[in-house]
């Protein structure tokens, strides 16, 4: 099986750089996710990494070492708006499609 | 349609009767996922199509829940006999036909509500 481990909850202030960390095991691996959701949205999609090394894009980033089944997310000049709950996932390796989360990390930004 | 649509947006319902969730997905995309999430929780697969198949069923429940996909479009999400456990919000998700190699991306509805009293 697999299963996932992110911090609950996480504070900042605005304009901060804030990172979550991630750690995973799987039989398997395929990549690394993330998703935001705000209270009572859907979740959307900000980044992925199926090799090892930072993808950046805007002022989130995106880490990740296989070798350490670890990942994190970084996001940078923090605004009010990014207060909202972010999830990992990961694909595995066995041959299933579907992607199984992290419960989630609480971001409060304040100001 | 633009987006993945989900219909009912909120359902409340009595102990023991059966309830539908419709899922619409984003059009031509072959592979569709149901979630669940509890109030502050994860995400907990449900079940997965390709087309109309569906290859993966490892999260439902119970024998109480089922899924159908017609069409290679729109999917239903049965729950039979509903008990109070089964509140939660039920999130529709599909993507292209990826694989291993493809992004990870889901684009997720905005869920169904389901309360049961």
């Known amino acids: 099986g697999q299963s996932l481990e992110q911090p609950s909850e996480v504070t900042a202030v605005e304009g901060a750089i804030v990172q979550i960390n991630c750690t995973y095991q799987?039989?398997?691996?395929?990549?690394l996710s993330w998703y935001q959701q705000h209270d009572g949205g859907a979740p959307t999609f900000l980044s992925y990494?199926?090799?090892?090394g930072l993808e950046e894009t805007g002022r989130f980033s995106s880490f990740l070492s296989r070798s350490d089944s670890y990942g994190y997310l970084l996001l940078q000049e923090l605004q009010m708006k990014d207060s909202a709950s972010y999830f990992c996932?990961?694909?595995?390796?066995?041959?299933?499609?579907?992607?199984?989360f992290g419960s989630g990390t609480r971001l409060q930004v304040q100001p | 349609g633009a987006g993945v649509s989900q219909s009912p947006s909120n359902k409340v319902t009595e102990k023991g009767k059966d309830v539908e969730l419709r899922c619409d997905p984003i059009?031509?995309?072959?592979?569709l996922y149901w979630y669940r999430q509890s109030l502050g929780q994860g995400l907990e697969f449900l079940i997965y199509?390709?087309?109309?198949?569906?290859?993966?069923k490892s999260g439902l429940p119970s024998d109480r829940f089922s899924a159908e996909r017609t069409g290679g479009s729109v999917s239903t999400l049965t729950i039979q006999r509903t008990q109070q456990e089964d509140s939660a919000v039920y999130l529709c998700?599909?993507?292209?036909?990826?694989?291993?190699?493809?992004?990870?991306?889901?684009?997720f509805g905005e869920g169904s509500r389901l309360t049961v009293l």
């Open positions: 059009s031509g995309h072959t592979a």
């Open positions: 998700a599909s993507s292209s036909s990826g694989g291993p190699q493809s992004t990870g991306e889901l684009f």
């Open positions: 990494n199926a090799l090892d």
């Open positions: 799987t039989s398997g691996f395929y990549g």
């Open positions: 199509f390709q087309g109309n198949s569906a290859p993966d």
């Open positions: 996932a990961v694909r595995d390796g066995a041959g299933r499609r579907a992607l199984t």
